[in-house]
C-alpha cells in the first residue's frame, strides 16, 4: 500500500473482485483475491460449482450500459450480450489490466475472523494469513431460497439455480414459480420446449421491452431527458400501456404498485408466448397433492416439473453475520460497502439497483480503495472516514416508493446513488472516477518489453 505495509484480503474473484483488483493496482494498494474456482468470472461461468447460469441468460442491461470504465465491450457484442461473451469479458478484463497474478485461484477463504484491528483469514487448505482489512466480493446468487407450501409434490421439484438447457421440460408439464428475470426468462424457455407451461406469480407486475425506438431501453433511459422520478414513472406508464396494452388479457394480475416501484423486469417475450398460448398464467400456489398443483385462485394443474425461480439468500458464510447489521436478510452497509459495525470491514456486489452493475462496481470500488486508503493514514482522513460511515443516513430511493419486501430493503435507485457518491467524494476530499483513470495499467506486449 502506498501508505505503508498493511494488506487487504479480497475473497472472489468474479466481476467484483476484479473491480476491486484493478482500483486497488491503480492506487498502489496491496492486496490478495482468493478465488475458490479456478478461472475469473464468478457466477457468469458455468463451469464454476453453484452458478446459477442457464444457457438462455443473458445481460437484462445492455452492453454499453455495463461495462468497466475504459473497456468497453466489443462492438461485434450484440445488444445484450450472452453469458458466454460477458465471461469471456471478463476474462479478456483480467488479461488487459494484469490482475491474474493478484489471484489465489482454487482457494476458498474458510473463516475471517478479528484479530485486533485487523483479520485473521483462514483458507481451506488450512493456512493462515492475517490482513488488515477484509472485502467480502462473493456476490448474493450462490444460496437458493427455496418456498414451502402445504401438502406433498410427488413430481420433480428443485431451485431454478439447478437448471441449465429447455431440452429438459421436453416430455414434461413444467411449472415456473416466480417472476423475476430470471423466471420470466427460463419460461420462455418452457413455453417452446414443454408439453405444457405454466408461470406462478404473486403479484403483477411491469413488463418493460428490452428495446424502446429502437435502442436498448436503458440507452433510451440514460440519453433522454433527466426527468423527476414522479413524471418518469407517469411518462413510461402511459408508453407501457400503449406497447402492452391491457396484460390481464393475458391472465396476468394487475400490478398493485407502481413502475419502478419493484425490480424491473425486462422481458417482453413472455408476453409473446401468452398471447400465443404456448404458456399460461396462474396465481400463488395455495397447496400441492400428489402431481396436482393447487392455485389461490381455485384451479388446479398437473404437473410434471416445478422449478422455482424464489431467489437467493444472502450470506457471507466465512465471516460471523454479528460483524454486520441484517435488513430483511441483508448486510445493512453504508452505502452498500462499509460495515457500520466493523471497521476494516468492506463489501461489494451486496446491492441491488435498477441499472448496470460494473461501472457502478468501478466506482463503488474507487469508494473502498480511498476509504482503505484514509484509515491506513489515521488522523483527519481516518476520522472523516470513520464518521461518514456511522453517522451518515443517505435517502438512496430517488423518491420512489419501493414494495415492502425482503428484496427491497436495500434497494437503491442507480441516480440517487451516484448523486450521493458525488457528495461524499467532495466531503471527503476524493475525486471521481472518469474515463482513462485505468488505460496506464493495461498489459499490452509493449509495455512489459518495456519494462
Not at 460449482?49 to 470504465?69: C, E, L, R, W
Not at 482457494?107 to 488488515?132: F, H, I, Q
Not at 444460496?143 to 401438502?151: E, K
Not at 443516513?393 to 436495500?410: E, M, N, Q, Y
Request: hydrophobic share 35%; with cysteine.
Amino acid at each position: 500500500m502506498a501508505t505503508g505495509s498493511e494488506r487487504v484480503c479480497v475473497v472472489g474473484g468474479g466481476p467484483a473482485g476484479l473491480a476491486l483488483a484493478r482500483s486497488f493496482k491503480a492506487h498502489g494498494v496491496d492486496f490478495d483475491i482468493y478465488e475458490r474456482h479456478s478461472d475469473v468470472g464468478g457466477l457468469w461461468d458455468q463451469s464454476n460449482p453453484g452458478s446459477p447460469v442457464y444457457n438462455s441468460a443473458h445481460f437484462i442491461s445492455s452492453k454499453t450500459q455495463s461495462h468497466y470504465t475504459d473497456f468497453p465491450m466489443p462492438d461485434a457484442y450484440p445488444d445484450y450480450p450472452s453469458n458466454r461473451q460477458i465471461h469471456n469479458y471478463m476474462q479478456s478484463f483480467a488479461d488487459a489490466f494484469g490482475l491474474r497474478d493478484h489471484i489465489a485461484f482454487n482457494t476458498g477463504v474458510k473463516t475471517a475472523t478479528r484479530d485486533g484491528e485487523g483479520w485473521r483469514v483462514t483458507l481451506d487448505n488450512g493456512e493462515v494469513k492475517n490482513y488488515s482489512a477484509l472485502v467480502c466480493a462473493t456476490g448474493t446468487n450462490w444460496h437458493p431460497s427455496m418456498p414451502t407450501y402445504p401438502g406433498t409434490f410427488t413430481g420433480e421439484i428443485r431451485h431454478a439455480s439447478t437448471y441449465r438447457a429447455m431440452d429438459e421440460f421436453k416430455g414434461k408439464r413444467v411449472l415456473i414459480i416466480g417472476a423475476g428475470n430470471s423466471g420470466c426468462d427460463i419460461a420462455c424457455d418452457a413455453a417452446q420446449s414443454a408439453d405444457k407451461a405454466f408461470i406462478s406469480m404473486r403479484r403483477g407486475y411491469h413488463f418493460l421491452p428490452k428495446h424502446l425506438f429502437g435502442m436498448p431501453a436503458d440507452v433510451f433511459a440514460h440519453d433522454g431527458p433527466q426527468l423527476p422520478m414522479w413524471l418518469t414513472q407517469r411518462i413510461f406508464g402511459v408508453m407501457l400501456r400503449i406497447l402492452n396494452g391491457d396484460v390481464t388479457r393475458l391472465g396476468l394480475q394487475k400490478p398493485d404498485h407502481r413502475l419502478f416501484e419493484t425490480h424491473p423486469i425486462l422481458n417482453n417475450q413472455l408476453l409473446h408466448f401468452l398471447s400465443h398460448g404456448d404458456i399460461a398464467a396462474k396465481r400463488d400456489v395455495e397447496r400441492f397433492d400428489g402431481k396436482i398443483v393447487h392455485f389461490t385462485d381455485g384451479t388446479s394443474e398437473e404437473i410434471d416439473l416445478v422449478l422455482c425461480a424464489t431467489g437467493f439468500t444472502w450470506k457471507i458464510p466465512y465471516v460471523d453475520p454479528a460483524q454486520f447489521s441484517w435488513k430483511g436478510g441483508k448486510p445493512d452497509l453504508y452505502m452498500n460497502l462499509f460495515s457500520r459495525e466493523t471497521p476494516n470491514l468492506y463489501a461489494l456486489g451486496y446491492m441491488e439497483t435498477n441499472g448496470g452493475a460494473y461501472k457502478l462496481f468501478d466506482e463503488m470500488a474507487d469508494l473502498i480503495t480511498q476509504a482503505i486508503i484514509a484509515r491506513a493514514k489515521g488522523g483527519a482522513a481516518k476520522q472523516a472516514v470513520d464518521q461518514a460511515i456511522v453517522h451518515d443516513r443517505p435517502d438512496l430511493s430517488g423518491g420512489i416508493k419501493f414494495v415492502a419486501s425482503d428484496r427491497h430493503a436495500t434497494y437503491v435507485e442507480i441516480d440517487a446513488y451516484r448523486r450521493h457518491m458525488v457528495k461524499l467524494r467532495k466531503r471527503l476530499g476524493w475525486a471521481n472516477v472518469k474515463d482513462g483513470d485505468f488505460e496506464r495499467l493495461r498489459v499490452s506486449p509493449q509495455r512489459v518489453a518495456a519494462e
